[in-house]
């Protein structure tokens, strides 16, 4: 009987499995409206969480995924929030918001460091002048003695060290940055931004247990997998830059493992081999003029002017009009001023001795002074005096103020030999022409020396700056937070 009764029980399952018969006559449901009962169903809390962004789906929607937080995907609009924070000059708020303890509980059992003078002011001795344990170590006695009578000027320091250690040894103590807002432990982090990606310090290689000329421990993994994404342009030796001198390839104790090179060995991912031309850097090329350009130039003074204006029209007046003109008295010219127009002209005739000075004049030897004579005059006012001096005597031509000629920016000098003179063709027009052709270049040549000797100085004080620049630069970047 059980046998049967067995039998029965799998018909009964046969029959439940079979789906739901509908008739043309009965109501068949809705799938939409079960729908919608399921939804009408969940909670709103429910409802909440299932329409919440992922931190993932949130980043792969804004600009810049690096300022996402995991809190920022329960706001009301998660990408509006993350635009306002991605804003420059934008302060965030501080971190403590969230916490359910009370703020700075975790420093109640860390012990407070005792206040430490800076640098610049123990250099003044000022310490080992007050020793508070000593004063301490004093009887009582002592103490009453020393408000009866004290001793006045055992803390004097010199003036001069006090100077130098407020103006000139003094430092701008370490601040914060702006925006930068205070936390629980930020005294007790590294400070990271003297540190750069691929330098290794001292400390770092002692605690890796490196060796001298060694490579990391892990570029053997980088030979294989390739360089971070995150540096794309930082050289690695034996990646994608030579390795040092004295090194070698190998994955012996010390050595750089293999380079990572296709199967025609050539390398994938820079020159390991060192053997490209290296580029110019931006260091040896042509320094950039940063001057403003919109400075104003020194206006010169009306003076200066009307002085210049009265050279000029003495020095017209003094042009020779036809043939040369040896000036008279000591001077003896070494050649010839020459303005020579675009039709030259020579003179027929040159005269190359001197020109003797005419015996109208007076023949007499010049002085280098003048003695004025002296009158007797009555004396006026309470200071007058006795003597007077006649000035007009003594206004005679000084010891070679007429030999004084000043040159004109455009005036050449050319040198003619007496013995090229006296031969018997003596010099030809075209001769002459070729000379004042000949110091005419030369001349030219001289300017384009001068302006690539000035322009020579112009790019090394360029330099000179930009390198005081950078400089100034660097030292604002190394202060840090510091209690």
């Known amino acids: 009987?059980?046998?049967?009764?067995?039998?029965?029980?799998?018909?009964?399952?046969?029959?439940?499995?079979?789906?739901?018969?509908?008739?043309?006559?009965?109501?068949?449901?809705?799938?939409?409206?079960?729908?919608?009962?399921?939804?009408?169903?969940?909670?709103?809390?429910?409802?909440?969480?299932?329409?919440?962004l992922s931190v993932a789906e949130l980043k792969t929607l804004v600009k810049r995924p690096e300022i996402v937080e995991w809190t920022d995907t329960s706001s009301s609009d998660p990408r509006l929030l993350v635009h306002l924070k991605s804003y420059r000059n934008c302060v965030p708020v501080p971190s403590h918001w969230s916490l359910k303890r009370e703020y700075l509980s975790s420093k109640r059992g860390v012990e407070k460091p005792p206040f430490d003078l800076p640098a610049f002011i123990k250099a003044t001795g000022i310490m080992e002048m007050r020793d508070n344990t000593k004063e301490d170590?004093?009887?009582?006695?002592?103490?009453?003695?020393?408000?009866?009578?004290?001793?006045?000027?055992?803390?004097?320091?010199?003036?001069?060290?006090?100077?130098?250690?407020?103006?000139?040894?003094?430092?701008?103590?370490?601040?914060?940055?702006?925006?930068?807002?205070?936390?629980?432990?930020?005294?007790?982090?590294?400070?990271?931004?003297?540190?750069?990606?691929?330098?290794?310090?001292?400390?770092?290689?002692?605690a890796l247990n490196m060796p001298p000329n060694a490579p990391p421990p892990w570029l053997i993994n980088m030979q294989r997998v390739g360089p971070p994404p995150s540096y794309p342009s930082m050289k690695i030796p034996g990646l994608n830059a030579p390795i040092p001198a004295g090194a070698a390839w190998g994955f012996h104790p010390g050595g750089w493992g293999k380079p990572p090179v296709d199967e025609f060995n050539r390398p994938l991912y820079g020159d390991?081999?060192?053997?490209?031309?290296?580029?110019?850097?931006a260091e040896n090329q042509e320094p950039v003029d940063r001057t403003i350009w919109g400075e104003l130039q020194e206006v010169e003074s009306e003076e200066e002017d009307e002085d210049?204006?009265?050279?000029?029209?003495?020095?017209?007046?003094?042009?020779?009009?036809?043939?040369?003109?040896?000036?008279?008295?000591?001077?003896?010219?070494?050649?010839?001023?020459?303005?020579?127009?675009?039709?030259?002209?020579?003179?027929?005739h040159l005269d190359l001795r001197k020109a003797r000075p005419d015996r109208d004049e007076d023949e007499g030897p010049k002085s280098l002074y003048s003695v004025l004579p002296e009158q007797e005059i009555r004396s006026r006012g309470l200071f007058g005096g006795q003597h007077a001096y006649d000035i007009k005597s003594g206004q005679m031509p000084v010891l070679g103020?007429?030999?004084?000629?000043?040159?004109?920016?455009?005036?050449?000098?050319?040198?003619?030999?007496a013995s090229t003179l006296e031969a018997d063709d003596g010099l030809s027009k075209e001769a002459i022409k070729a000379k004042y052709e000949r110091e005419i270049e030369q001349q030219r040549r001289d300017k384009q020396g001068f302006q690539e000797d000035l322009s020579d100085l112009i790019a090394s004080e360029s330099r000179k700056r930009q390198k005081r620049e950078e400089d100034n630069a660097r030292k604002k970047k190394e202060s840090k937070f510091r209690f």
């Open 1 to 52: 009987m059980q046998k049967f009764s067995a039998g029965d029980d799998n018909k009964e399952n046969v029959e439940d499995k079979k789906g739901e018969v509908f008739y043309d006559e009965d109501d068949i449901p809705d799938e939409e409206a079960e729908q919608v009962d399921v939804e009408a169903k969940l909670s709103k809390k429910a409802r909440k969480a299932r329409d919440k």
């Open 137 to 206: 170590e004093r009887s009582l006695k002592q103490k009453q003695r020393e408000r009866v009578q004290p001793k006045m000027g055992k803390l004097d320091i010199d003036y001069q060290k006090l100077h130098d250690a407020f103006f000139r040894f003094q430092v701008k103590p370490p601040l914060t940055m702006y925006g930068e807002v205070y936390y629980e432990g930020k005294e007790m982090e590294t400070n990271l931004k003297d540190r750069r990606p691929g330098e290794l310090s001292d400390e770092l290689k002692e």
């Open 272 to 281: 390991v081999f060192g053997v490209l031309q290296p580029q110019e850097s």
């Open 308 to 348: 210049e204006d009265e050279e000029e029209e003495d020095d017209d007046e003094e042009e020779v009009g036809a043939g040369l003109q040896t000036p008279s008295g000591m001077a003896t010219p070494s050649g010839m001023v020459s303005s020579v127009p675009s039709e030259f002209d020579a003179p027929e």
């Open 401 to 417: 103020q007429e030999d004084r000629k000043r040159k004109k920016p455009g005036d050449i000098e050319v040198s003619i030999d």
